[in-house]
């Protein structure tokens, strides 16, 4: 077995999306011949805890941890409200409030890259002792965000000349909220500095989306592999559709990314036919701005929509498969292609029919096309969304809407793992 080092601020019990892509492939890295350690912090703040989680983790995984002095711990007994949205990357860019600018400034300007830099160097001290201890780790893989995982490994590789993979699970300059953090000049100028250092100094860059991979290329002659996420075939379950005409999205619903065109589309459709108002249902299920709210109340789509609010990985995946229709909303910004959601991936799992919605150029189109897994529109495209909600009622109606048959193997978490073990191999 090839050991590795695996360095994650999301672990078990943290839930959403950020914990997910290296639980999985911790736990499918022993099929191809890597044997993972984990080193996390001891006393993290997550704002999202699914304890369910703490199963998954696979037996005999050895686990290191290390404290870490949490900025966000101490805000918290302020500011709690704010102090869980801004950590969880949720900015309210629309309309921030006095507290809210100055938590981004301080976040953007006086934690850079982000608010876990002071684990940086006692974690360097700690796996640079462990490390010299245990000669047969040669390779050290760094995930982020949060991004200052990544100056861990560079400072190591440069101590110990150890391999070092840098793993990008969201973008680091062109994340859609950068601009969100009030950046002073010097500021802007060392994030940008940090993440070229990082890009130039690891043995390989993997990303998650093809638009992250033709940016990062631009400033890097590294390679920089694409490795998307994925979904877990073995977890794989059936379940009885919804009754009802269901649209269902699962994961964070913010105000930016507030599809006002299909609400007003879906109310037209309630207006225009009795059976379909009878029949609509909207599941939101995960946070929901009170935007978000507003608009469907202003549409009259409140009585039809429910809020179950956050729910486990589990429950989550009892709802894509019930649902007629998935829902997959991005942000309408240039920056935004290039996100590849993990719940993305989930959708194809469950094998119902996708409806997407991002802006133009989006990464989203290509695998829709690629697995035949669902349509992609760009914002405002009314008319197309209209016929495409109509003939899937029909088929509602009539016979059923069927199960997606395209092509989705490739995305199994097992299959991007084996990707992942032949570039550690590789090195």
């Not at 601009?179 to 043995?203: I, P």
């Not at 920056?335 to 993990?342: M, R, S, Y």
């Amino acid at each position: 077995m090839k050991k590795v080092l695996v360095i994650s601020y999301y672990w078990p019990p943290a839930g959403g999306p950020g914990v997910q892509r290296w639980l999985k492939f911790v736990s499918y890295f022993r099929d191809f011949g890597i044997e993972p350690i984990l080193y996390a912090p001891q006393n993290p703040h997550y704002p999202i805890v699914d304890e369910t989680l703490e199963s998954e983790v696979p037996e005999g995984l050895e686990i290191i941890r290390k404290p870490i002095k949490e900025p966000y711990k101490y805000a918290q007994l302020f500011f709690r409200k704010k102090t869980n949205t801004i950590s969880s990357g949720i900015i309210d860019e629309k309309d921030p409030s006095f507290l809210e600018k100055l938590m981004l400034y301080a976040r953007g300007n006086l934690f850079i890259p982000d608010a876990r830099v002071g684990w940086v160097k006692p974690s360097v001290s700690f796996l640079t002792y462990y490390l010299k201890h245990h000669p047969e780790i040669k390779t050290v893989i760094t995930t982020g965000p949060p991004h200052s995982l990544h100056l861990i490994g560079m400072r190591l590789k440069k101590v110990l000349n150890i391999r070092w993979i840098a793993d990008f699970r969201d973008p680091w300059t062109h994340i859609h909220y950068h601009k969100s953090l009030r950046l002073s000049k010097k500021a802007q100028l060392k994030h940008e500095r940090l993440e070229q250092k990082v890009l130039q100094r690891a043995d390989s860059v993997v990303v998650t989306s093809p638009s992250t991979q033709a940016d990062f290329q631009k400033i890097t002659e590294k390679p920089v592999v694409l490795i998307t996420n994925g979904f877990d075939q073995s977890k794989a379950k059936t379940s009885n559709l919804d009754e009802a005409f269901s649209l269902v999205h699962v994961g964070s619903f913010l105000s930016n990314r507030n599809p006002v065109f299909l609400w007003k589309v879906l109310s037209e459709l309630t207006a225009e036919n009795v059976q379909f108002k009878q029949d609509l249902e909207i599941k939101l299920v995960g946070l929901v701005s009170k935007e978000v709210k507003q608009s469907l109340e202003t549409f009259g789509l409140l009585a039809h929509a429910t809020f179950p609010g956050y729910v486990s990985h589990i429950e989550a995946e009892l709802f894509q498969y019930q649902a007629q229709l998935l829902l997959l909303v991005e942000m309408n910004r240039p920056e935004t292609k290039a996100i590849l959601p993990g719940k993305l991936f989930e959708y194809l799992r469950s094998r119902r029919p996708i409806l997407a919605i991002g802006p133009q150029g989006s990464d989203m189109e290509s695998i829709l096309k690629k697995t035949q897994a669902g349509h992609f529109y760009e914002y405002g495209n009314s008319q197309a969304v209209k016929d495409l909600l109509l003939q899937y009622y029909h088929q509602y109606q009539q016979t059923g809407i069927a199960t997606v048959s395209g092509e989705i193997e490739a995305y199994s978490r097992k299959a991007v793992t084996q990707q992942m073990a032949e570039l550690i191999k590789s090195l």
